[in-house]
């Protein structure tokens, strides 16, 4: 059976990255005694797909990984089992059982929705007047590992919302994630003159095809 | 000094600046983190080089382990920084700190470091800058942690004795409750440092430094040692158990890939095979077993608790398991189905270790390992470790046709007394076994070969030899890699100031330890890091102090010499590694000792422990009426 199961990563499990979050679901799987499912070949690997890869340092609160298990089992004790298995900073939200014909996990994903919060006070106003004018641009060309892209069609949506403390707003975006065009809202926070260091963010939702 | 709330919000301003920064946040499966305020002993156990190595190390597990069952006191960890990090927290004003609470390594009681290597000195003098705490013994106070240090390379502890206030010897399951209580009844009591000190070498096993003198003759040798308080013991005798307790089992899980991902399960400490240049194999002993069953239910609880993939059996020398053939076939049973990797390291050189590894399976990727040390019957004889070229090619031809594609071996050059033709040897045994390879499975055949460079070490039969010069060694290197050009023959060996260093680390005396703290204020640090050497830095630090490098090393030493770790024991007598070094210049081989004693010393040493842990529990033979000798007298 395919699983599909919603998590969170936070805690120190943000300093873990993606490489290192698919062992963590592999060890798991083994100390709750999951029967995952191997690929077939030279060197059998258990099938577990995450959907895109969460940028070290980022908190993660609706994350999605796909598990194929050899036999059916009941969902609820899965979910249970999994949980009490997992390491601190790994929270287990919801699971379901989806069809296996689906395509891969990560081809599914096409956007995805992030919260960046500013450690230090920021002006409200200067950083409203700085989204204005990146929204307005037709095109923000950037330079990434020595590549030049265009940021603009990348980014679907970008507010500040206001909190009860006047210096300490939230920032929400919306990006899209796709192989070949994937935004970064460490390029964004570029563009706005923040450094992400200075910053806490969450990726808040991955946004599927039919989701 | 910074609470935990200040050190962690500083923290997040650096960690996505530095590479790997999974390594300083702590926050992984299976650690025990308790109340602070609860306890009345903090305890920091710090690995002095990066969490990736620092995490599996098996010794710190188990104090780690042994302080957190008690409900008086806490454990926690710490490890050195890596350059970027360091760096980072210098910057910031970020003291090194524990990883599960994040308090400051000041704010604890005690600071136990890990020594099992020399070449960690450095590293260990930087955590204590890192942490705010002064290096040097005579300069802290009541108010500073006390500071001590364990493991194999403490066994000459003397350049680093200006630095740690007390050194564990030997094994430290029950003396580290020993010094926690001395610890709080000394806090209890509220005496000045020096009482704590003193009540500290009361401890059998403890080494305190400060209240020993060391006298010199004007050769720069010693004339002896003394101690500066009537009831310190003299010699200080390494402390071991009867028994080994459980193995630890809740393994930390780290949360980014390590060095070793594995869980390890000790089989069986000490080794009787006796091979002359073996550090580890001298001071271990008495050789002590686990039951079959015992280790697989450690296993199994450990990969249950972990989910590790891969699984370690760790002991000195796994072939002489007693029961090695058992425990194979258990493990097969028990864990058959479960897509496991167990390695099982240090086997003999024989066909019956090829069959070992053939039934468990695994040999993806890694290729057989065989340890010969030396080529020629004279120089296997020197080093007592003996076993014929014809049984390493059937070896090899077994492991080559059993599926293996390589065969990594392992040599030693710089063995006293070792020729030309000594080394000529090595290369022509190396091709013979690339040959047979050759001959059974064609050109996929490969052999690795790596050459180690022999330091004499202290408590070993060799103690007294000199190390080669870094010319012999050259001109020995040089005939390796002329002679074993095969492109199929890959050759690593070791740098020539690598094993210098090492020499004069392990052989120094108590003035190392200006010469140590010089080369770490000059920059030197990660020792063992093949990329992080600083040489210069060294022969620097040592002209510094107008000492002679050469004077550690390249020294035939007196038959007579007191050696500035004479004091220290670790239950073998010097007398019988003077008997075996003589031997083993007559070429006279030694068989393992559990088929005959030898009196190397274990026995009446420890006569006590072995009349409490009788039979099978230790691998001794029997032998008639052991002299008894008081814990703590000459022996």
Known sequence: MRLRITFSKSGTLRYTGHLDLHRIWERTCRRAGIPLSYSQGFHPQPRISLAAALPLGFIGQAELVDLWLDQDEDLNQILKDLQAAAPPGLMLTSIQSIDPQQPALQTQVNSADYEVVFLDPVDPLHVTSSLTGILSCVSIPRQRRGKDYDLRPLLKSLELIRTDNENSPILTMRLSVSPSATGRPEEVLAELGFSPENTRITRTRLILDNG | MLNPQQIESRLERILLTVQKPGRYVGGELNITIKDWEQVQTHVAFIFPDIYDLGISNVGLKILYNQVNQRPDALAERAYAPWLDMEEAMRSNHIPLYSLESKHALADFDILGFSLPYETLYTNALNILDLAGVPLYSK???????????????????????????????????????????????????????????????????????????????????????????????????????????????????????????????????????????????????????????????????????????????????????????????????????????????????????????????????????????????????????????????????????????????????????????????????????????????GGRAKVHVSVGTFVPKPHTPFQWVSCDTPQQIEAKQDILKHKLRDRNIKLTWTAIEDTLLEAWLSRGDRRLSDVVHTAWKNGAKFDAWQDQHRYSIWRDAFANHGLDPDFYTHRQRRVDEVFPWDHISPGVRKNYLFQDFRKSLEGEVRVDCREQCYACGILPQFADLRRENPGDLWKCPDVKSPRRIPAGSQA
């Open chain 2, 139 to 441: 300069e802290r106070d009541a108010t500073h942690p006390l500071v001590i240090a364990g493991g194999h390379a403490c066994y000459n502890p003397e350049p680093m004795h200006a630095f740690m206030d007390a050194f564990a010897i030997g094994e430290g399951e029950e003396i580290i409750h020993d010094i926690v209580e001395v610890h709080q009844s000394w806090k209890a009591t509220g005496g000045s440092r020096n009482d704590l000190l003193i009540a500290l070498a009361k401890i059998p096993g403890v080494y305190v430094p400060s209240i020993y003198a060391h006298h010199y003759l004007d050769d720069g040798t010693i004339s002896h040692v003394e101690k500066l308080i009537p009831d310190a013991f003299l010699p200080i005798v390494k402390r071991i158990v009867g028994k080994l307790p459980p193995p630890p089992t809740r393994f930390i899980v780290p949360n980014i890939e390590v060095v070793h991902d594995r869980v390890s399960v000790e089989v069986m400490r000490g080794c009787t095979r006796g091979c002359r240049f073996c550090h580890a194999g001298m001071i271990s002993r008495p050789i002590r077993e686990r039951s079959v069953a015992e280790v697989v239910d450690a296993a199994e609880s450990a990969i249950r608790s972990t989910g590790f993939q891969e699984f370690s059996l760790m002991s000195l020398s796994s072939s002489d398991y007693t029961h090695i053939l058992e425990l194979v076939s258990a493990i097969g049973e028990r864990f058959g189905k479960d897509r496991l990797t167990l390695s099982l390291p240090s086997l003999r050189i024989d066909t019956v270790s090829v069959e070992l590894m053939d039934r468990l399976g695994n040999r993806r990727g890694t290729g057989f390992t065989l340890a010969p040390e030396a080529a020629t019957e004279r120089m296997r004889r020197i080093i007592n470790k003996f076993i014929p070229d014809e049984q390493i090619l059937e070896t090899a031809r077994a492991a080559y046709s059993h599926g293996w594609t390589t065969i990594k071996v392992y040599f030693m050059i710089g063995h006293p007394s070792e020729t030309e033709e000594d080394v000529e040897a090595i290369a022509r045994l190396c091709n013979s076994i690339l040959t047979e390879g050759r001959r059974l499975i």
